[in-house]
């Protein structure tokens, strides 16, 4: 059945004719039967052996149930395998089954140019049958294994994917295609620095960072993650943390790293928020103690400098220094008037605002000043809002600090928008200006007190914002603008209805 080895190529067996189709017969029905009948006729063995094809079968008695298996459906039987060899004279390969018969007879009667395999050589066929059968078994039980890892490494919503040590992708999951908007078939065999779905995506691999996690794991051989920050297209920051696995092969190289993105932008906004959150507490305790030890001197000493400014026969030089001393203990008045507003406590105050009515105030509270500065002031207010569950003076004073905080970002002169709309069950209002944006760090340290950056600096105006609208049930977000400036948004809860509103 098979040709002579070929020069030069002796470790490959070959069929000796690539479209030849076998044409058999089987005479006897004794041990392998079965067997020799699934390799002829049955479809496990198509991919092992050349095409074949069953003529006939001689030699089985007419009440052996075999005879009605599928796999002989259509097939003709005789009595004698001569009968079998005049209905099929074109057989070229005969399997006999029968311990009794003289080989030698059945092959000198057997059709010109056919091949015989007795009962002793289709033991061998039997032994393929075994090693092909537990072959499928493991192929199947492979090709399970690989489907569930697939759905599992599908399922998960993070960026997973398989990169050669070339930086080639050799396989990604479902979650990185969909994100990307590309077809898999196009991601496979790419550059992994393609896997960014914009410039503001952080790389998902890099192979030109040396410090980078991915040429990390393949120097060391070992687990390397690193947090990146990105601000989004949105303009709002996100975090990932990126996790890259090396893949050993037997050689024991790393030839493939597993690279795992994770968005963790939720819980780190939750930890910075609450970092924030214990920073204003502390704040307001401070401000509370620092307020009441220096209260009752700082006002002592405004009085005798304001009697000093009004004293008759004092030199002119006396009197102009009195009034410095003034002004600045004013100064330091206010400040601790600010100080004690931020040490009070917000959430007992109970109250109902009207968002546009006190949009309007805030507006008109800042509009001086901002016409001072050459900027513009614009109002949009969604018609119909519900009312808010916030006392009206302290969603003012929000607006007012949001407002004059983005009027100062606006040196040159600008816009400065309110507007309010719905977000689901929440009200939205916003404060946007058209300055130069916010960087990643100030759009993650805008509300904590007393933050001084780059070209900013936040007091406790911003912070007062926070604490105000997270006391009463509300959350602040801050986020860039993509044609620059800033904006910030306050998410507050409706009045619900019922006896205590109208909802």
Known sequence: MVDAPRPHDDAYC???????????????AG????????????????????PMRLAGVAGIEPC???????????????????????HAPHINLVVALLSSLDNRTLYRDMPPGASLIDSTASFFLCALSSAVSVGAHCRRRLDHQKLLLEAIVDEVQEDIALIAASGRVVDLNRNVVARLGRAKEDLIGSDCRELRASSEDPPLCDPDDPTGPFRTALATGEKAER???????????????????????????????????????????????????ERIETVGRLSSYLAHEIRNPLFAASGFARRLSLMDGLPESAKEKAGIV????????????????????VGAVVGQADVERVAREAVQTVGLEAETRRVGLSLDIQPGLPAVTLDPALLKQCLVNLLRNAVEDLPHGGLVSVAADRDGQRVRLRVA??????????????????????????????????????????????????????????????VLAGPGGKG
């Open 227 to 277: 947090l990146h920050t990105a601000v989004g297209a949105d303009g709002r920051l996100r975090y990932y943390r990126t996790y890259t696995y090396p893949i050993r092969d037997t050689s024991g190289q790393v030839g493939h790293v597993v690279v795992f993105r994770r968005d963790i932008t939720d819980r780190t906004m939750g930890e910075i928020s609450a970092r924030q959150a």
């Open 64 to 86: 052996d149930p075999r005879r009605r298996s599928p796999l002989l459906a259509g097939v003709p039987f005789f009595a004698t395998y001569q009968e079998l060899f005049a």
């Open 433 to 494: 200006d058209s300055g130069r944006g916010a960087t990643r760090e100030h759009l993650e340290n805008m509300f904590s007190p007393f933050y001084k950056g780059d070209h900013c600096e936040y007091g406790l105006g911003l912070a007062m914002v926070k604490k105000v609208v997270d006391d009463f049930g509300g959350a602040v977000e801050a986020a860039g603008q993509p044609g620059g400036g800033c904006v910030i948004t306050l998410f507050l809860p409706p």
């Open 326 to 345: 003034l002004e600045e203990l004013t100064r330091m008045e206010a400040l601790l008037k600010q100080f004690l507003e931020f040490a009070r406590p």
């Open 14 to 28: 070959v069929f000796d004719a690539e479209d030849r189709e076998y044409l058999v017969g089987v005479v006897g």
């Open 31 to 50: 041990p392998g039967f079965d067997t020799i009948l699934e390799i002829v006729a049955g479809d496990e063995f198509r991919e092992f052996l050349p």
